[in-house]
C-alpha cells in the first residue's frame, strides 16, 4: 500500500504514536499523586533517568540503612499499580492517530482518526514487573490503496496486547516535572482482527478486471485487504507498545498526563488546549477527525468532577455536533451496533453545534448523573471531515462570572462562544512555508464529480505571491485519484512579509485542461511568533463560490 496514505489508526501506524492522541488515566488522580511524591522522594539517588545522556546522582549511605536501588523502587511501584489499573484502563476510548502525526512531544497534538474500546484488562506482578493484558473492540478511518485497489472507509476491529514492563523514575528539578517511564520487556505480543467488511474498490480499468479474476479464483480484493489489514495492525501495534510510555506529572500545576513513547526528562507531550483558563488542570485535551457517517468519542468524565468547563473549536469541516452521553447508554448503543443493528447516533443532551471554523466556544456542563462521554458527529450533509479540538477542566469559584452556558440533564441549551487571541501580524523576520496536505470535498462546486468518469481528482497545488503580481513561489507534484493528498512540501527559502499575501491555488490536473479546485489567500497579519498549523478553506472561483476543501500548511517563522 501508498505509503503516503493514512494508516488504519494506531494499529497500521508506522511511525509509533499508537496513544498518542488521547489521555489515558492509567492510574486515579488521588493515588497517582501518592505514587509520584513517593517516587520524587526516591529520585534523590541511584539511576533515576532513564533518558539517556543524564547524570547519576550520588548518595551517601545513612545511618538508618542501605539507600534503595533502581529495582527496589520498580518493583514497589509495580506492586502499587498493579491492583488500581484495570479499574482506570477498562472503559477508556484510546485515540488512535492517522498520517498526519509528529514525533516526540508534538505528537500530542496529532488528531485521533479513530478510538480502542479498551472492554478487557487483566494486570498482575510477574517476575517483579507489572503485567498487563488489554483488549477490545475499535474503530478506525483507514484510506490505503495498493495495486490498483482502494479502501476507504471506517474500519471496525478487535484488538489485543500483552505487555509486562519495569518501571524508571526522574525528576528535573528546573522545571518542576516528574516523570514515570514504563520499559517493555521483549517479547510484547499484539493482535489486530478486522470484524467488519473491508471493501475494496477498483481505481482503474485494469483493477477492475484483475479484481474480477481475484473473484473467479476465490481470492477477492476485500479479502485480501482483510488480510493485510489484520497483518500490518498486529505488527504496528506490537511495534508500538514496544517503544513504552511515560507518564508526566508538572508539580506547579499539577497536571498529569501520558503518553506513548519515551519522552526525555523535564518535558511533557504537548497538547492543542494551553492550560485550564485559571491555569490549572485538564481533565481533557484532545484533538479529532471524524469523517462523515462515524463519530468520535471524547471521555469518560466521572461524576464525581462535579461542574465541568468544555472548551471546543471546529479546525475544519462543515460543522459538527457535541453531545453528552450517560456512559452506560453509549455501551448499549455500540453493543448494538457491533451485533449489526442499524440505528441513529447515541441519545443525550446537544451542548454544541458548530458550522464555523476558528470560533471556540465555552460550554459550562452541569454535573451529570452518570459517568458520561462527549459523543462528536459531524453535521447531517457534511461531505467534508470535520477536525476538532476539545478541553476540558473541573469548573472553580472564580469561573461563576464568566460568559458560559449551562448545559445538563435539562436538554439542549445553546453555548456561549469566546474568543482565542493568537499573537500574530507583520513581523520584521522571514517565515519557512510549508503544504503539508490538501482535503478535497467529494463533489465539486457544481454538485458534480471531479473526474469525468466519476472518479477522484489528480490534485496539485501552486503557490503565487499576490504581492509579486503572482509570482510562482513552488509547484507540487501531482497525486493521482486522492481527495486526501499528502505533500509535504517546503517552499523553497524563507518568505518576508513584503512577500504577502500569497495564495494557494489548487487544481485538479485533467487530460485537455486543469480545474481550479480552490483557492486560500495567506496574509502576512496570520503570520504567528512561533511554529504553527494552519488550515485554510478552499473556495472555488467564480460565480459558483463554495468550500471546496481544506489545505493544511505549516508556518515557521525564522530567528
Not at 510510555?245 to 526525555?264: I, K
Not at 509547484?475 to 493521482?480: I, L, Y
Not at 524563507?494 to 489567500?521: H, K
Request: charged share 25%.
Amino acid at each position: 500500500m501508498k505509503r503516503g496514505a493514512p494508516r488504519v489508526g494506531a494499529p497500521m501506524d508506522g511511525t509509533g504514536r499508537a496513544f498518542a492522541a488521547s489521555r489515558v488515566g492509567l492510574c486515579s488522580r488521588p493515588m497517582a499523586h501518592r505514587i509520584l511524591g513517593l517516587a520524587i522522594l526516591l529520585t534523590g539517588c541511584g539511576q533515576v533517568a532513564y533518558d539517556q545522556g543524564q547524570q547519576q546522582a550520588e548518595c551517601n549511605e545513612t545511618a538508618g540503612g542501605e539507600e534503595g536501588t533502581p529495582d527496589e523502587l520498580s518493583e514497589l511501584m509495580a506492586e502499587l499499580m498493579a491492583p488500581r489499573i484495570c479499574e482506570q484502563v477498562t472503559g477508556s476510548f484510546i485515540g488512535l492517530p492517522g498520517e498526519e502525526s509528529h514525533e516526540g512531544p508534538e505528537a500530542g497534538r496529532d488528531a485521533a482518526v479513530g478510538r480502542w474500546w479498551i472492554r478487557r484488562c487483566e494486570a498482575r506482578v510477574e517476575d517483579d514487573r507489572l503485567r498487563v493484558s488489554i483488549g477490545g473492540p475499535g474503530w478506525t478511518w483507514l484510506d490505503r490503496e495498493s495495486t490498483g485497489f482502494r479502501v476507504r472507509q471506517y474500519l471496525r476491529f478487535d484488538g489485543e496486547a500483552t505487555f509486562s514492563a519495569s518501571f524508571h523514575v526522574g525528576y528535573d528539578a528546573r522545571t518542576r516535572i516528574a516523570s514515570i517511564w514504563l520499559h517493555p520487556s521483549p517479547g510484547v505480543t499484539a493482535h489486530v482482527e478486522p470484524t467488519g467488511l473491508v471493501q475494496a474498490e477498483a481505481t482503474g480499468v485494469f483493477s477492475s478486471l484483475l479484481g474480477g479474476i481475484l473473484d473467479m479464483t476465490g481470492s477477492s480484493a476485500n479479502d485480501r485487504a482483510q488480510l493485510q489489514a489484520a497483518e500490518e495492525g498486529s505488527q504496528r501495534l506490537q511495534e508500538r507498545l514496544a517503544a513504552g510510555f511515560t507518564v508526566t506529572y508538572q508539580l506547579d500545576t499539577a497536571q498529569m498526563d501520558f503518553m506513548l513513547g519515551e519522552l526525555p526528562r523535564g518535558q511533557t507531550p504537548l497538547r492543542p488546549w494551553e492550560m485550564g483558563p485559571d491555569g490549572g488542570a485538564w481533565l481533557v485535551n484532545e484533538r479529532s477527525a471524524v469523517w462523515p457517517g462515524g463519530m468520535d468519542v471524547v471521555g469518560p468524565i466521572a461524576s464525581e468532577q462535579g461542574e465541568v468547563s468544555l472548551d471546543v473549536e471546529l479546525e475544519e469541516g462543515d460543522g459538527a455536533e457535541v453531545r453528552r452521553v450517560c456512559e452506560d447508554t453509549l455501551h448499549r448503543w455500540l453493543d448494538a451496533a457491533w451485533n449489526g443493528q442499524r440505528q441513529g447516533p447515541p441519545q443525550g443532551d446537544r451542548i454544541a453545534e458548530l458550522r464555523s471554523t476558528g470560533s471556540p466556544r465555552s460550554v459550562r456542563l452541569d454535573t451529570a448523573d452518570c459517568r458520561s462521554v462527549l459523543v462528536v458527529t459531524p453535521l447531517s450533509g457534511s461531505s467534508l471531515p470535520a477536525q476538532l479540538r476539545y478541553r476540558v477542566t473541573p469548573v472553580v469559584e472564580a469561573e461563576a462570572g464568566a460568559a458560559t452556558a449551562q448545559a445538563g440533564g435539562q436538554g439542549p441549551r445553546p453555548g456561549a462562544t469566546s474568543s482565542t487571541v493568537v499573537p500574530s501580524g507583520p513581523r520584521g523576520g522571514a517565515v519557512r512555508v510549508e503544504v503539508r496536505s490538501v482535503t478535497v470535498a467529494a463533489e465539486n462546486a457544481s454538485g458534480g464529480s471531479w473526474d469525468v468518469i466519476g472518479g477522484d481528482p489528480d490534485p496539485y497545488v501552486v503557490v503565487v505571491s499576490i504581492a509579486r503580481d503572482g509570482r510562482e513561489l513552488a509547484r507540487s507534484p501531482v497525486v493521482d485519484d486522492n481527495r486526501e493528498a499528502r505533500f509535504g512540501l517546503w517552499l523553497p527559502g524563507a518568505l518576508r512579509p513584503d512577500d504577502f499575501p500569497i495564495r494557494f491555488v489548487v487544481y485538479d490536473e485533467d487530460t485537455v485542461n486543469d480545474e481550479v479546485i480552490g483557492t486560500a489567500d495567506l496574509e502576512a497579519s496570520q503570520i504567528p511568533e512561533r511554529a504553527t498549523d494552519m488550515t485554510l478553506d478552499l473556495r472555488a472561483p467564480g460565480a459558483r463560490s463554495g468550500q471546496t476543501g481544506v489545505i493544511r500548511i505549516r508556518l515557521q517563522p525564522e530567528r
